[in-house]
Nanobody
């Protein structure tokens, strides 16, 4: 399974974006899915995760009020809605998948190419 994130771009502070992630080669409906980001000069961090049936969701505390993760298993798509964007949200955003383990554990097995989000002030 390979993952492809899309939906990034250049937006002004206060704007919104909706990122999407789709796998190629296989359905990911049985996987826990996560969104990570890596800002310039910083380590990659897990910002949101969702269990395979959407019953459990995790958010990094600092983004909890503005980020919303969801998935549409029949459409085989993962989403990340980001509202009230801040310059500090500038990063490459990646989606990732794993079959076992807690949502908040950043050890994910399957990764894809990211999508760049740039927020201007």
């Amino acid at each position: 399974v390979q993952l492809q994130a899309s939906g990034g771009g250049l937006v002004q502070a206060g704007g919104s974006l909706k990122l999407s992630c789709r796998p190629s080669g296989r359905t990911f409906s049985s996987y826990t899915m996560g969104w990570f980001r890596q800002a310039p000069g910083k380590e990659r961090e897990l910002v949101a995760a969702i269990s395979w049936e959407s019953a459990s969701i995790y958010y990094l505390d600092s983004v909890k009020a503005r980020f919303s993760v969801s998935r549409d298993n029949p459409k085989n798509t993962l989403y990340l809605q980001i509202d009230s964007l801040e310059p500090e949200d500038t990063a490459v955003y990646y989606c990732a998948a794993k079959f076992v383990g807690p949502l908040e554990d950043p050890k994910y097995e399957i990764w894809g190419q990211g999508t760049l989000v740039t927020v201007s002030s």
